[in-house]
């Protein structure tokens, strides 16, 4: 069975512009969660859907982020304009919806300079 | 608010036992979970406590105490892949599934 994965693996660009996350949770995973870590801090949470309604979005830093799930298979995550302080790794995990175990993707590594 | 404390960095033997404390004050409170996570990979499941005591499984422990808001993760018969930053997260009820995260704890295990 395949797990979470994440695309692209690593990003770098510059202040100002977009970048989109894209996230492909485990096949019949209805739950499907975004969280950042930033630099030295702990994790934190985005979102999280479940299927293609977003359930709660109380850790969206702010307009500049919107996250996506059309069909309610993956998911994407746009930074426009990306700031400096959006550097971190973004993490996607999923879980069924009769378990509280989060599945983890790798993450993204977003860097803006 | 919500806060989760965990040691920064702990150093232990090959074969040895090790003992990672966690301690929370959250708002909400459904489940305690620990997660393992090596440099540049996913966060991985280790363990989920909701009621209070000992929870077993293979090499990794995992106690609760809600009323103490505490925690700990057991690892015995060290190995040098456990090397690794051990993640304490809460977990909360119905259909709130967000996870609040400590920093972690980073262990070295020394041979």
């Known amino acids: 069975e395949a797990g979470v994965t994440q695309f692209p693996s690593h990003s770098v660009i510059e202040k100002g512009q977009t970048v989109t996350l894209r996230c492909d949770p485990i096949s019949g995973h209805d739950n499907l969660y975004w969280y950042r870590r930033v630099m030295g801090k702990e994790i934190k949470f985005l979102l999280h859907?479940?299927?293609?309604?977003?359930?709660?979005e109380s850790g969206m830093p702010n307009n500049r982020f919107l996250a996506e799930r059309t069909g309610g298979t993956y998911s994407t995550l746009k930074v426009q304009p990306a700031e400096l302080e959006d550097s971190g790794v973004y993490f996607c995990?999923?879980?069924?919806?009769?378990?509280?175990?989060?599945?983890f993707g790798p993450g993204t590594r977003l860097t803006v300079t | 608010g919500q806060n989760i404390d965990q040691p920064t960095e702990m150093t232990a033997t090959e074969g040895a036992i090790v003992q990672i404390n966690c301690t929370y004050q959250t708002s909400g409170f459904n489940g305690l979970f620990w997660y393992q996570q090596h440099a540049g990979e996913a966060p991985t499941f280790l363990s989920y406590n909701v009621l209070d005591g000992l929870e077993e499984k293979g090499r990794f422990s995992s106690f609760l105490s809600r009323s103490k808001g505490y925690s700990y993760l057991l690892l015995k018969e060290l190995q040098m892949k456990d090397s690794a930053s051990y993640l304490c997260a809460v977990g909360f009820a119905g259909n709130n599934r967000k996870l609040i995260w400590g920093l972690g704890t980073s262990l070295a295990v020394n041979p």
């Open positions: 859907f479940v299927k293609e309604s977003k359930q709660d």
């Open positions: 995990a999923s879980s069924l919806d009769t378990s509280y175990e989060q599945y």
